[in-house]
Nanobody, 122 residues
Framework: QVQLVESGGGLVQAGGSLTLSCAASGRTFSVYAMGWFRQAPGKERELVAATDRLGGTTYYANSVKGRFTISRDNAKNTGYLQMNSLKPDDTAVYYC???????????????WGQGTQVTVSS
């Protein structure tokens, strides 16, 4: 079991940037693939980006390609989501999660953080 804590959310104007962090504790972070999900009010939770154990393979939702970058520093047990050119549609609670292997479905992720709110104003 690994415990995850997200940070870095906040209020930003459209076109701005934020970097989310996901601090892991407990089991070794590097044995897990990592994903960032988001959930807006009234919408289903969706995968934004994911990366494998070493950060060498990444996946991005079409809606964030070219704007968001997922990365991880296993030595620091921390994952990141760099978000640029933010849009009001990016407003959501963002969650990090881990999975035994890189996957695009939420059901495959078995450790979740509590989430951090990102609000993008127009």
């Amino acid at each position: 079991q690994v415990q995850l804590v997200e940070s870095g959310g906040g209020l930003v104007q459209a076109g701005g940037s934020l970097t989310l962090s996901c601090a892991a504790s407990g089991r070794t972070f590097s044995v897990y693939a990592m994903g960032w999900f988001r959930q807006a009010p009234g919408k289903e939770r969706e995968l934004v980006a994911a990366t494998d154990r070493l950060g060498g393979t990444t996946y991005y939702a079409n809606s964030v390609k070219g704007r968001f970058t997922i990365s991880r520093d296993n030595a620091k047990n921390t994952g990141y989501l760099q978000m640029n050119s933010l849009k009001p549609d990016d407003t959501a609670v963002y969650y990090c999660a881990t999975s035994p292997r890189l996957n695009t479905t939420a059901g495959s992720y078995n450790n979740w953080g509590q989430g951090t709110q990102v609000t993008v104003s127009s």
